[in-house]
């Protein structure tokens, strides 16, 4: 069956560390795949897209990678600050550059001081 | 970025009431939009794809005569839940996609929050 997990539920981690997030697959082959960030009662924001054919892609502090053969994509922020507390939620299309999105649980970062 | 909006932010109705939820795309044209819910805690659900000046398609489990969806223009689609109960109580988000160098990039609403009581 298809399947999308997010490593973990929850994540803490101390201010100025790095935040990995993972979010892995099972029989899907998405072309391109997500990141969102949402903050609590708000609506998902669009963070990052990576292609099937990049390895890596980067924003300021934030950088996705994308393992097709794993069915993997790690979602790194670096330098953590407290306002990067929020849930981050992985997505990927299911039908090979089709409109249909599938989302994972998401996972809820907390960067403490 | 594209930006989304929805109206109203949060809702309180009476059990048997309907409730109508708008979705905006305030600069670019969408001729698919998308209604997702959410529960506390959980990932986006979506209910169902919303097309412009035709049927919206709904997804499994969604009862398409109780969850209303009209996309009258390009850059309005509306969600009206009929009859609502309780356990209708939840977050609906409304996003819209935009083709940006071949990809879709997925904008979403604000959300609104419906309290059934």
């Known amino acids: 069956s298809q399947k999308i997990e997010q490593n973990s539920e929850a994540l803490n981690i101390q201010e100025g560390k790095t935040a990995t997030l993972t979010c892995n697959y099972t029989?899907?082959?998405?072309?391109?795949l997500q990141w969102y960030r949402q903050d609590p009662g708000r609506g998902p924001v669009f963070l990052l897209l990576i292609r099937e054919n990049e390895k890596e892609k980067r924003k300021e502090r934030l950088k996705v990678t994308f393992d097709t053969t794993l069915k993997q994509s790690l979602f790194h922020i670096t330098a953590s600050q407290p306002a990067d507390s929020a849930t981050y939620l992985c997505?990927?299309?299911?039908?090979?550059?089709?409109?249909?999105?599938?989302f994972g649980p998401g996972t809820r970062l907390s960067v403490l001081p | 970025g594209a930006v989304v909006s929805q109206h109203p932010s949060w809702v309180i109705c009476k059990s048997g009431t309907s409730v109508k939820i708008e979705c905006r795309s305030l600069d670019f044209q969408a001729t698919t939009m998308f209604w997702y819910r959410q529960f506390p805690k959980q990932s986006l659900m979506l209910m169902a794809t919303s097309n412009e000046g035709s049927k919206a398609t709904y997804e499994q489990g969604v009862e398409k005569d109780k969850f209303l969806i009209n996309h009258a223009s390009l850059t309005l689609s509306t969600l009206t839940v009929t009859s609502a109960h309780p356990e209708d109580s939840s977050f609906y988000i409304c996003?819209?996609?935009?083709?940006?160098?071949?990809?879709?990039?997925?904008?979403f609403g604000p959300g609104t929050r419906l309290t059934v009581t």
């Open positions: 996003s819209a996609r935009e083709l940006t160098g071949g990809l879709f990039e997925q904008y």
């Open positions: 029989n899907y082959s998405p072309a391109y």
């Open positions: 997505a990927l299309d299911d039908d090979n550059y089709g409109q249909n999105f599938v």
